[in-house]
């Protein structure tokens, strides 16, 4: 008959929880207990099955995440914190790529009830109170990151506080014709994937201006979906108006990038003709000496991963919120305009 984990257990005088520990590397066993262990599976001669580990622990030793766009920096750097720190614990990471509306809600609904999570992360996806309600039922403890939902955790910035200070700055250096370029702003709460941060940032936008008392330009508002080819169409419709403004606020680095390129093709000096500033600060952007504010891409990937760690072991805890501070990084592509 074949030893089992049960039977190291029992040697060892522990439970099949720490034993699997034990297997899976985690730094969470003491070494006492984990020498104890590897004697017993040395002595057993035990050679564990991984499937038939986790199903007698009862968890996958899994961890879900939904996230949309691979092809984003911002997001891909969110997955770098998630990984590095689901690589510390005792779990595998299980990714769910978002390519289209019908997987969203594929994902949103089959997830929950496949059990091969023990718990999930969601980038950037608000889910409606009926996901939310199925995340409780089917106890599945669930972190939102860049997304809110009050009877969930979530890891997020303040987007209004952040498209202020990017204007702030730039109204600081003098600018008083200010672009912003977004992705589109038409009720994202109705919109396929629901996202807000171009939203939030557009209103932190248009209140600094008013708080300066600057009128708003409607055409200096241009948006379209998200790509740098796309913001470079924008930037060059800005840049070709009879009175074109003398700084663009892109609501992500790759469309700040666009507006680079479209200053470049149009032979207009940045940032002596005209400035940009973008938002995340991904890695790139140091590159590109693009000013920009930084959200901290990473460190919320890392944070997401610590809070449902936290709920797996305590699945009575409350949700709860972090807050992230942003931060305007300075580089080469703002100066004041010329008079």
């Known amino acids: 008959m074949p030893i089992t984990i049960y039977d190291v257990a029992k040697k ?18 003491r070494i006492t207990t984990r020498n104890r262990v590897m004697a017993a ?23 879900g995440v939904i996230t949309r766009f691979f092809t984003r920096p911002s997001f891909v750097e969110r997955l770098r914190g998630i990984e590095a720190s689901v690589a510390e614990s005792e779990y595998d990471l299980i990714v769910y790529n978002v390519e289209t509306l019908a997987k969203r809600e594929r994902y949103f609904r089959t997830v929950p009830m496949s059990h091969r999570v023990d718990g999930l992360i969601i980038i950037c996806l608000p889910p ?18 860049d997304t809110y939902h009050p009877n969930l955790s979530r890891v997020v910035v303040d987007d209004v ?26 009720d994202p709460l109705a ?5 807000t941060s171009s939203l939030y940032r557009y209103q932190g936008y248009r209140q600094a201006l008013e708080e300066a008392e600057i009128p708003f330009v409607p055409r200096y508002h241009q948006a379209a979906e998200h790509s740098l080819y796309q913001a470079k169409v924008l930037a060059h419709r800005l840049l ?7 700084a663009i606020f892109a609501a992500s680095d790759t469309q700040a990038m666009g507006a680079l390129e479209a200053a470049r093709e149009k032979g207009i000096r ?11 600060d991904i890695e790139i952007a140091a590159y590109l000496r693009l ?26 805890e409350q949700p709860r919120q972090v807050n992230l501070a942003l931060e305007l990084v300075i580089r080469d592509t703002t100066a004041p305009p010329r008079h």
């Open 41 to 63: 599976i040395q002595e057993l001669h035990y050679h564990p099955n991984p499937m038939a580990q986790r199903m007698a622990y009862g968890k996958t030793l899994a961890i």
């Open 128 to 145: 409606t109170d009926a996901d939310v309600e199925r995340f409780i039922e089917e106890k599945l403890p669930t972190v939102l990151v």
């Open 191 to 195: 919109s396929p994937f629901r996202f």
């Open 270 to 280: 940045v940032p002596e003709e005209l400035s940009v500033i973008g938002f995340d």
């Open 161 to 186: 506080s952040g498209g202020r200070m990017a204007t702030q700055y730039l109204i600081s250096l003098g600018h008083r014709k200010i672009a912003y370029l977004s992705d589109p702003l038409n």
């Open 12 to 29: 060892a005088g522990v439970g099949i929880g720490t034993v699997s520990r034990v297997l899976n590397d985690s730094p969470k066993v």
């Open 240 to 246: 070709s108006l009879p009175d074109p403004p003398t």
């Open 291 to 316: 000013t920009t504010i930084r959200q901290p891409l990473y460190e919320s990937g890392l944070r997401s991963v610590e809070i449902l760690l936290s709920h797996l072991d305590r699945p009575q």
